[in-house]
């Protein structure tokens, strides 16, 4: 079973597809860590992610980079979200999302573009969404346990920001899937959002 799972940044998703995972027993990939691998690594090679050769070089990057902390900050997403809106990139990233989700037995994959490019044919797909104060405040949380100093309205414009280049960019924008069902988390607890998405997989899913 190949399950979809797309949204913005701190909607949730994350947390629901490594539970979707656990629970129907399939692997999982974060496909927005492979484009905070090549925004890192554009960085790490001092050359510029607005730059499409500079950033499809970066595509390359060395397999042990995704175990790279720095991975999960914030201005590693914000260079994520710049490298992503050249084709290029997401050329060169495509078969390797495209070989896990076709892996026997299935897979989950949570990211921007996994049901309308990635896996069209998924078996279950979910959008995930929230608010932005309500994805500000779980991400200030998040911040604030690792020690780092930054206000909400810092991240919500943060957010804001990287909303508008996903959903706004040429190539493969974020957007809601026809047939995707909608999760909207603001108001739900993890518990509560991973038990709505297992039902909505459930009742989208025909058992193989
Ligand atoms: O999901 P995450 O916040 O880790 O993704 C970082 C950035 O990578 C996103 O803002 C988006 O621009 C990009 N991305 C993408 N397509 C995906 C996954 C992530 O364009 N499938």
Redesign the pocket.
Known sequence: MIIAVDGP?ASGKGTIAKALAAHFGVPHLD???L??AVGRQVFLDGRNPDDGGDALAATSFPESLLDDPELRSEAT?GL??RV?VHPSVRKALLERQQTFANQPGGAVLD????ATVIAPHADAKLFVTASVPARAQRRWLEMSRRGENVTREEIEADLAA?DE??RNRAEAPLRQAEGAALLDTSDLSPETAIAAAIALVESQAVPR
């Not at 990211?111 to 996994?114: L, M, Q």
């Open positions: 940044t496909t927005g860590l484009y905070r997403g994520a979200s992503s990211g921007r573009d996994i990287r280049r996903d």
